[in-house]
């Protein structure tokens, strides 16, 4: 599909209906933002994916349950506090977040989706959010300014802002904007979501072609990275359409619905890469491409396993082109794999071919391995599947964050 979008500056209030707002109300340590409000001015349609792990967080529990009506067209965001593993006491807690928001906004508790972020298995000291919510309220906005402090507020081991916009044609004149913000340093891996990321949108969708949509984009953009294979409690991604943008609603199999996706795909993707570029501790951004595979199953798989390798990750930090561990780790992922088919490309160089190593030095390997952006091509010879995972090396600084992050 020829590309129909562009990037535009912001991030969720670049497109029109959306007003946002960061305030600080205690929850962190640093002297930063940690409560975030996102608030669609009209009733459109919103669509959402969720963590699958099992042990899942309070406002995981709430917001899967008020996605399912249908209503939702407002974000409440906290950092610093998982909310995860605090029992009847945790959801109390959602529920009156809902409640105190839904008030103050004069909406219903079931229009609201609530997310956390920040230390797994400590009671969320509610009192001090509900206090931080009137001033939340107070602040919104429709600025860009507005949505960068959204995306601020909601960081927590992020060493950067996580934010983008894009502006899609649908044909005929018409055009929507797209926008996002998302965080994620760590505790990343796939799961029906990966973080939490919420995205906007002025195009009108209706909510069954939105959540169609929007899980497709997550399977092939948020599902394809990792950087520790950690799956966290919290894994929430929201978009919110408005439907305000002067253009036709967006019909399920047109022209302006692949297009749309397209957008909503990309915006994911950018997004994504954000993650894993900044992951905790990481000095490399690693692309893997798995190419000529039986299936696309097995396509994700061979890639996955390089991608999750402890061992192929430090030869990544090192820029170590021991080549072995990746083609390895693709072998014991991939029960089809025939050596004698089977190529390695490291950069633009050839590293293995047929079950040997191919015409070339360790230092030209090397060189393709020491910038920032590094790719590892597996060509299978299987087939005409294929898919790409992206992922980070593993640092020292990465032991050292996580050893001392609960204390």
Known sequence: MKQCWEQVAGGVTAPQGFRAAAVRCGL??????????????????AAATFTTNRVAAAPVRWSRATIAKGKVRAAVVNSGNANACTGARGLRAVEATAAKAAEL??????NFLIASTGIIGRYLPV???????????????????????FARAILTTDTTLKQAALRCDLGGGACVTLGGATKGAGMIAPGMA???????????????????????????????????????????????????????PV???TPAA??????????????ALKIVADGEGATRLVRVEVVRAPSEQAAVAAARAIADSPLC?????????NWGRFVSAAGYACPQLDEAKTRLFIGGKLAYAAGAPADVTEAELAAEMAGRDVTLRLDLGLGK????????????????????YHT
């Open 251 to 253: 019909r399920d199999g």
């Open 127 to 149: 009192e001090k959010l509900l206090a931080g919510l009137p001033r939340a309220v107070d602040a919104l906005d429709g600025s860009l300014e507005a949505g960068e402090r």
């Open 313 to 321: 990750k430090c030869a990544l930090h090192s820029g170590d082109p």
């Open 28 to 45: 962190r340590q640093a002297e930063a933002n940690d409560l975030g409000l996102l608030v669609c001015d009209s009733q459109g349609s």
């Open 105 to 110: 906004l004069g909406l219903t508790p079931d």
């Open 385 to 404: 599947a294929k898919a790409t995972v992206w992922t980070c090396d593993l640092s020292k600084e990465y032991v050292a964050i996580n050893a001392d």
């Open 194 to 248: 990966t973080t939490l990321s919420f995205l906007t949108t002025d195009a009108a969708v209706a909510r069954p072609l939105l959540q169609r949509m929007l899980r497709r984009a997550v399977e092939l953009t948020y599902n394809r990275i990792s950087i520790d294979e950690h799956m966290s409690t919290n894994d929430t991604v929201l978009c919110l359409a408005s439907g305000l943008a002067e253009a036709r």
């Open 258 to 271: 692949r297009r749309f996706e397209g957008a909503l795909t990309e915006l994911c993707r950018i997004l």
